[in-house]
């Protein structure tokens, strides 16, 4: 909210919960921060306001734009205030802003009285319009699943501010190395960087992203990195015996659920192989994320902020993205280990590693390309997967998917087009009163 430019923009924050002090430095900052950036911030508590009310305070402020930041990922009074503006405006003709869909939910709402939603060219792909012997003009497309019109922003649609937040969870050794990072990763029983043997997978994702699928080809890939003595194609590689799978827990019968997976289906595997970390507070995250040597991404569910984090913090991510081919996900995702990624929560881990320019090295096209991209980053760990992990800690103060000030000027560019087209009063064009508003591609 901060980078804004105020000679064109003002800016209203509306909080339907109360903030309240909370053990979690973290959060009272990023409270405080909002509420600093923001050039009024207005609490709208449904406990002691109605929608009407809340409306009210709305109208009477006379925005031209409004984005909703939560959709269906949160209390259903917000979907319900966004609602009730459109109602009002059809019935009454009032001062209408332009409705805007961000971050919250990971998909179209389906709601006619959401004008826009933001997105990038990965995590939804424009339609494509040539296809060899073909008649279909659109031959692969999602986009006509999404009712808003769409603003597409360049690198990545995801925002964060991890560059002026989060700097101090960084470790003097984050490139890696260094006796800091090695006692924090004997506090979590990770094997230290002094083990030439060691690497350490991780996915601190919430555990219900991770999908049967998935959790098989790390433990195929685990398998192979411990027992690769075995595999041909890697014999001549150093020996990687204490290769360990670092998930998050969120409870005893997780844990339990998953090692007993390995127990049953992999015997070679010993049980501490898996090693589970608590949920901890938002500091220690991400000092403890640096630990990590390889974060993956969960396919079905990709990491968003949790991506940002461990790119932030010098940790490559795997991540999968189908082919824009036409292929249907009936024709694979039912094998035996492939895995869809149609829908816009499984393509941001793609967009996060363009915006941190790892896309060539870590995007997979299947699920057998990212069992193999972790095995040859173990068994390379002083090679080109080094280098890969210098290559992203070296890059992060310039690149795009952490410039948050070019993130919001790129933004501003798509609100300034919304406001010439809606026109001065606001009161809705006849392509809004049809409900029907073009894609804005915001070029950089």
Not at 305 to 330: H, K, Q, W, Y
């Amino acid at each position: 909210f901060q980078y804004h430019d105020r000679d064109d923009f003002e800016i209203y924050t509306y909080s339907l919960n109360r903030p309240m002090s909370t053990k979690n430095e973290g959060e009272d900052d990023e409270v405080t921060a909002i509420q600093n950036g923001s050039d009024c911030f207005k609490l709208l508590p449904p406990s002691e306001l109605s929608l009407l009310d809340m409306a009210k305070q709305i109208q009477d402020d006379e925005l031209h734009i409004i984005v909703d930041l939560c959709g269906y990922a949160g209390t259903s009074k917000v979907a319900e205030l966004m609602s009730l503006l459109k109602q009002q405006h059809q019935q009454q003709q009032q001062h209408f802003p332009v409705q805007i869909s961000y971050m919250g939910f990971p998909g179209s709402s389906g709601a006619p009285y959401i004008d826009y939603m933001i997105v990038d060219d990965i995590v939804v792909p424009p339609p494509t319009h040539q296809k060899s012997g073909s008649n279909d003009n659109e031959w692969w497309s999602v986009r006509k699943w999404y009712t808003e019109g769409l603003i597409y922003m360049p690198h990545c649609y995801f925002v964060n501010s991890h560059l002026h937040c989060a700097h101090d969870a960084l470790l003097p050794s984050h490139d890696g190395r260094g006796e800091a990072l090695d006692k924090r990763k004997n506090r979590y029983g990770l094997p230290s960087n002094n083990d030439n043997d060691g690497f350490v997978f991780c996915c601190h994702s919430r555990p219900d992203k991770i999908d049967p699928k998935t959790f098989r080809v790390w433990l195929n890939a685990l398998d192979r990195v411990r027992h690769h003595n075995q595999d041909q194609q890697h014999e001549n590689m150093p020996r990687m015996n204490n290769a360990v799978l670092w998930l998050l827990k969120s409870c005893d019968e997780m844990e339990d659920n998953l090692r007993l997976i390995v127990k049953e289906e992999y015997p070679n595997l010993s049980q501490e192989a898996l090693i589970f970390a608590s949920i901890a507070e938002r500091n220690e995250h991400l000092s403890r994320l640096a630990c990590a040597d390889l974060f993956l991404d969960t396919p079905s569910y990709n990491a968003h902020t949790l991506g940002c984090d461990a790119l932030f913090v010098g940790v490559p991510m795997i991540s999968l993205l189908r082919p824009d081919n036409g292929e249907r996900e009936d024709d694979y995702v039912n094998s035996n280990t492939e895995i869809g990624t149609t829908k816009l929560a499984s393509r941001v881990g793609a967009s996060l590693l363009r915006a941190a320019g790892m896309y060539d090295e870590m995007v997979c096209e299947d699920m057998i390309s990212y069992e193999e991209l972790m095995v040859s980053c173990a068994l390379n760990k002083d090679g080109w997967y080094d280098h890969a992990r210098q290559k992203l800690i070296s890059s992060r103060e310039e690149c795009p998917l952490f410039n948050t000030k070019r993130w919001v000027q790129n933004l501003e560019l798509a609100f300034r087009e919304i406001a010439w087209n809606s026109g001065d009063s606001f009161k809705g064009s006849e392509r809004r009163r049809k409900g029907t508003n073009d894609d804005i591609l915001i070029l950089d």
